[in-house]
C-alpha cells in the first residue's frame, strides 16, 4: 500500500541521547515535511524539503536537524534530546503539482524524553 | 502576525447537525483545507476551498468566505465514527501551510 511509513512508532528516551526518527515515502513526492504536535498548540513545522537535496527551516527547528538525500526518505534527527521534545512527530509529504498544502502523513512517532 | 482560531472542544448528538467555525488572518491566501484527526491517528484530508461558497461531498460540507476570513465545516447526520479532532489550515501567500490548533468533536448517543 503506498504511504509513508515512520519508524519508531513509539519511543522513550534518555535525556541527553541522540535519535533519529525515520520516514520513508513511496508516492514519489518532491516536498516532505517534519512537523510536531502538542496537546492546545496543533501542527508546528520543524523542517521541510522541497525536493531532494535541499531543505529548510519550519516554525520550531531548534535542537532538530534534516537532509534529503532522495526523494523518498527524510529522517528528522535530535542531536541531544530535552524533555521539551517530548511530542508525536508527524512526517508528511505533499506532490507540488497538486493543491497547494494537502499533505499525506505518516502514523507518527510517540516521543517521550525523560 | 498570522493567525487561525477555532473553538477548541464542541459536543453534539449523533443524527444531528453540527458548524465548526475557522476565523484567520493570513498574509496572503491560497486556499484553505479542513483535516480530520482520529485521536492518536494522522491527520487526514477533508476538504479543499479555494474559492468563495459551499463545497459539498456527501455528508460533509466546506464554505469559505476570502472577505470575511472565515470559513465553517458543516457536518449532517453524525455518527459516532465523526468523534474527531477537526483542523483547519490556511495556505499564506508563500505557499507555507498555518495550522488552526484544532477542534475536538465529541457525538454523544
Known amino acids: 500500500i503506498a504511504g509513508i511509513t515512520q519508524a519508531p512508532t513509539s519511543q522513550i528516551l534518555a535525556a541527553g541521547r541522540r535519535m533519529t526518527l525515520r520516514c520513508t515515502q513511496d508516492?514519489?513526492?518532491?516536498?516532505m515535511y517534519w512537523y510536531r504536535q502538542d496537546l492546545g498548540l496543533g501542527l508546528r513545522l520543524i523542517h521541510y524539503?522541497?525536493?531532494?537535496?535541499?531543505?529548510g527551516k519550519g516554525e520550531v527547528p531548534d535542537g532538530y536537524s534534516v537532509s534529503r538525500a532522495n526523494t523518498d526518505d527524510f529522517p528528522l534527527t535530535l542531536a541531544s534530546a530535552v524533555p521539551s521534545q517530548t511530542s508525536v512527530y508527524f512526517c508528511?509529504?505533499?506532490?507540488?503539482?497538486?493543491?497547494?498544502?494537502?499533505?499525506?502523513f505518516g502514523e507518527g512517532s510517540r516521543l517521550t524524553v525523560l | 502576525g498570522q493567525n487561525i482560531d477555532q473553538p477548541t472542544e464542541m459536543t453534539a448528538t449523533e443524527g444531528a447537525i453540527v458548524q465548526i467555525n475557522c476565523t484567520y488572518q493570513?498574509?496572503?491566501?491560497?486556499?484553505l483545507f479542513w483535516y480530520q484527526q482520529h485521536a492518536g491517528e494522522a491527520p487526514t484530508f477533508l476538504s479543499y476551498?479555494?474559492l468563495d461558497g459551499l463545497e459539498e461531498k456527501g455528508r460533509f460540507s466546506s464554505f469559505l468566505s476570502r472577505s470575511k476570513g472565515y470559513s465553517y465545516l458543516l457536518l449532517k447526520e453524525l455518527q459516532m465514527k465523526d468523534s474527531a479532532s477537526y483542523l483547519c489550515?490556511?495556505?499564506?501567500?508563500?505557499?507555507?501551510?498555518?495550522w488552526g490548533a484544532g477542534t475536538k468533536l465529541i457525538i454523544k448517543p
Open positions: 508516492m514519489r513526492h518532491n516536498a
Open positions: 476551498n479555494v
Open positions: 524539503s522541497n525536493t531532494a537535496g535541499t531543505t
Open positions: 508528511a509529504s505533499s506532490d507540488t503539482s497538486g493543491r497547494p498544502g494537502e499533505l499525506f
Open positions: 493570513t498574509s496572503g491566501f491560497n486556499g
Open positions: 489550515a490556511v495556505v499564506d501567500s508563500n505557499y507555507q501551510l498555518i
